[in-house]
């Protein structure tokens, strides 16, 4: 028995090895192996291993690409043969490459957009059961919610309800002029919160500096974030700075913060008071609705159990609160008028992480929502963008496919079974896939920054994430297993023998073709038809007549900076040649601070049936006239009676809620001072004019009723200017400001650029329905053009035929587009009543809305027609002017 | 076009192909080497120079007959290709020339 060399490492050394070396080498190595066994055949059997390893280099390592008779030889061989295929055939390469590297750009994009908005408000600790308490409340049949609550709800919930961790409430503010005690210029922060010191618990920040703990448990007390505490100081001196807040109030700086992350509600949010800072932080008033009020559950504890307890918080505190001032209320009889009027208020909770996404816009939220249907809408889009570059693909595969037949029918008769030529199809698509991976990744990379700027948003593409690319990998391969299915399918079918013989292969696949580019249009159109209704409801927003003149109105900001100096600002104002009027409120018909209170008309004051619950801003005297808003009757405030300094002009809205008309109304008595005392010692006011409806809500929402009364206090002046030369008037009113209010920052902007922000959700939106609809139809071109230069080479014979025998080139060139525009007639006739319906849906968001005009499917189908005629009509035309000669030359 | 290099070893392990010619296989070359030089080699060296001048088309082999040796394996025998011959001449000559080239060089005190 001679000896035997180390099994492992023979049988290693023989997997390894090149197929060619093998024989030579294991000899040589056996036989050393025999010669020094004698000697020592330990020594031996380690110089053979150690030989082994030595020749596991690359010059002898086998291909393991190259195994023979395996998945992976079939899987090269398949990749080869598809790169010669799309090699051989450029244009159709191109094409489908570049329509799905569009199609993919494009839906990366919207994924990492709708990705961000999803990932709103969930990174808090245990942010799944945070609540937000918000108030519902129905009056005069007009349904309102609020994300702020009542002041003393938090300690109620604390001490009735065990299943809460934490409780922490807000206090909303208006932005504020900031500056260090000793320094000038004031800096204006927008995004001012009162916070309570559970803050941090809550949302699980900590302080950059300064202690957590007890950053919040003073009057008085700031946190600034860090970006606004660098504006003033470094910010590791930042803790026990004194600073000043609208010149009045001094703050002692208690900690830094980093900045809001982006995704989170307080995102906007820069400074952070101490919430006992503010004068009602523990008022008993349940009516003063101030204060977003958040909780965060138990683990375990039943979100339903906490909802019933809130619903029972309005009988057990809010109408006993009541009860002490308003005589005869009783919680019988405001259930039983409840019950008679329909009328309700309740206390609800939403979940935080709902709230960015599948809540509206409540007053006294932190900072806009977005809409899960703008997301539904993109995700929508997105899709759609895929489904066209897929279909593309099958669409010229399929055409292509007789091409190929001989290909097929020569493979099945050396004996490729139907699963083989589906791999080779299959491999072909997912090479295509795996080539517009690459080429839409940087197409996306490079149209970033200004998609960014179109969606508002700061997003990066997570190149160093292995989730993402493992997504995106998949992404790719199921893109070309899908595309590519089809065509696999039908193309394995071919029967050898009919494929070999030559002549035409009968197909259905033409049906499916159509279907296809049916689909496609559908899409295209559909598409059409939502931007430009989009396009329309915008301008008729913008157009609408808002009851007020909002054109050539300044707005200066933060005027009660200039102290008692304010009147004299105005009039200084006034009297400059450019300025037509000036009016000084706090209160404008674009967004801006907000009041409301509650009328008793004379003879029915504590009667809740007559109660109305209105608006009530503070003006002055010129504040109808700078806007222009049109009295309906009665007359405006005169600044020669003294008596009107208690007057009351209504809109048309608040006299409806008295039920009376709006001549009825003036002259009538109201009072929303009835604490206390009789109703004489009570302060009334007099209605002295009706002005008509004007819209001060965006025009989502209807015009609630409101009131104007004479005030003094006021933030904001409006200043009307007569000439189109805005600079140099602004200029010289900053001049006069500077004068009153040195060191005070001049903030300005345009009455209409601030309406026009208020609809910036819709114009974004628009913006992309635009670029995605142009990229969709983009898409859906490339694959109409690729099929229309197939079906003219196809039919190049019979195109020959026809011009020897005397067709004209128009008639040739109709022929041959005919056949398409049939289909891209039907996709419009399919695509009108969807779109109608769909577009109608989208327009319920808005209480003011346009019919759609019957003109916006007109053109959109004109469009269609025109671009798919554009489309094929280059093909037809080039194959009818073809010399017929060519093409019947080889039969 | 210049002549593929040769290297030290590759130019000994060439050497004894050619002493051997028809006769050399990686064990005999091995022998041979460890023999002359008086050191352990290891047979993957052999193996690797004879695979590079194969490439380099300084060898060429054929496979020998079926033997009990080995296991049934058989021997793959290489010999010298004409331009590997003039390689190892040329390379001959050079030292040679340069070697005479040396002077009468006195190592003494």
Known sequence: MKPQP???????????????????????????????????????????????????????????????????????????????????????????????????????????????????????????????VNIENKIA???????????????????????????????????????????????????????????????????????????????????????????????????????????????????????????????????????????????????????????????????????????????????????????????????????????????????????????????????????????????????????????????????????????????????????????????????????????????AVLVMPYFNQLADK??????????????????????????????????????????????????????????????????????????????????????????????????????DATGDQVLTFKEEVKRLAEVSNVSLSSYLPTPSERNGTTFFPKGHVLQSDYAIIIGNWDVDFDYVSTLGLEMLVGRDFDSNLATDSSAVIFNEAAVAQLGVTPEEAVGMLVTDDFRDGSETEMDWKTIIGVVKNFHFETLRNGIDAMSLTIGTESKKMMVKLKSSDYSASINRIERAWREVAPGQPFDYYFMDDSFNETYKAEQRLSKIFVVFTVLSIFIACLGLFGLAAFNAEKRSKEIGIRKVLGASVSQITYRLSVDFLKLVALAVVLSIPLSWIAMNRWLQNFSYRIDIPEWVFVVAAVLAVIISLLTVSYQSIKAALSNPVKSLRSE | MSEPSLGEFEELVLLFVAAHNQEAYGVLILECLEEKLQKKVNISAVHVALKRMENKGFVESNFGGITNERGGRRKKYYSITSLGKKVLDRQYELRTSIYNQIPKISFGQ
């Open chain 1, 6 to 132: 180390p099994k492992r490492a023979l049988k290693f050394f023989r997997w390894f090895c090149r197929e060619d070396y093998l024989e030579e080498i294991e000899g040589d190595l056996v036989e050393l192996f025999e010669k020094r066994y004698e000697a020592s055949p330990a020594r031996a059997r380690r110089g053979f291993v150690w030989s082994v390893i030595k020749y596991f280099r690359p010059g002898f390592v086998r291909s393991f690409f190259n195994i023979k008779n395996s998945n992976t030889a079939m899987l090269q061989h398949n990749i080869k043969i598809s790169w010669r295929n799309l090699k051989r055939q450029p244009f159709f390469t191109v094409l489908n490459t570049f329509g799905l590297a569009i199609g993919m750009a494009g839906t990366l994009l919207i994924s990492l957009f709708i990705y961000d908005e999803l990932s709103f408000d969930k990174m808090y600790p245990g942010s799944d059961r945070i609540y937000r």
């Open chain 1, 141 to 443: 049949g007009e349904v309102n919610k609020y994300a702020a609550v009542s002041s003393p709800l938090a300690n109620v919930m604390r001490r009735d309800y065990p299943h809460l961790e934490l409780v922490t409430r807000f206090r909303h503010t208006e932005g504020k002029l900031i500056r260090q005690v000793d320094a000038e210029v004031n800096v204006k922060e927008m995004h001012v919160v009162g916070v309570d010191s559970t803050f941090f618990d809550m949302f699980g920040f900590d302080l950059l500096i300064g202690n957590k703990a007890t950053a919040f448990n003073e009057q008085n007390s700031i946190v600034l974030t860090r970006s606004a505490a660098e504006k003033h100081f470094d910010i590791n001196k930042a803790v026990g700075q004194s600073m000043l807040m609208d010149n009045k109030d001094v703050y002692i700086v208690t900690g830094v913060i980093d900045d809001m992350p982006r995704n989170s509600l307080f995102r906007d949010h820069t400074v952070f008071l101490s919430l006992n800072s503010f004068a009602d932080h523990d008022s008993p008033a349940w009516n003063n609705w101030n204060f977003p009020t958040f909780a965060r559950l138990r683990p375990g504890a039943s979100v339903a159990e906490f909802q019933e307890y809130l619903g029972t918080v309005k009988e057990r505190y809010l109408i006993p609160w009541a009860m002490t001032f308003v005589p005869g209320l009783t919680i019988e009889n405001s259930r039983e008028e409840s019950k008679r009027t329909g009328n309700y208020m309740i206390f609800d909770a939403i979940a935080l992480e709902e709230v960015h996404l599948n809540s509206p816009n409540l007053s006294g939220e932190f900072s806009a929502n977005g809409d899960i249907q703008n997301i539904y809408i993109l995700a929508l889009i997105g899709v759609f963008m895929v489904l066209l570059a897929c279909v593309n693909f099958m669409n010229l595969s399929t055409a292509r496919s007789l091409r190929r037949a001989k290909e097929v029918g020569i493979r099945k008769t050396l004996g490729s079974e139907r699963v083989g030529l589906v791999r080779q199809f299959l491999t072909e698509a997912t090479l295509i896939s795996f080539m517009s991976l690459i080429l839409g990744l940087g197409m």
């Open chain 1, 458 to 559: 700061s997003l990066e593409i997570p190149l160093l994430s292995p989730l993402f690319w493992m997504v995106l990998i998949l992404a790719m391969l199921l893109l070309g297993l899908f595309s590519g299915s089809y065509p696999a399918f039908l193309m394995s079918k071919f029967s050898a023998i009919k494929a070999l013989r030559g002549g035409a292969i009968k197909t259905r696949d033409g049906n499916v073709r159509s279907i296809l580019v049916i689909v496609q249009f559908s899409v295209s159109v559909f598409l059409i038809v939502s931007t430009m209704v989009v396009f329309q409801q915008l301008k008729f927003i913008q157009n609408k007549d808002l009851g007020y003149n909002k054109d050539q109105i300044l707005v200066i900001e933060d005027v």
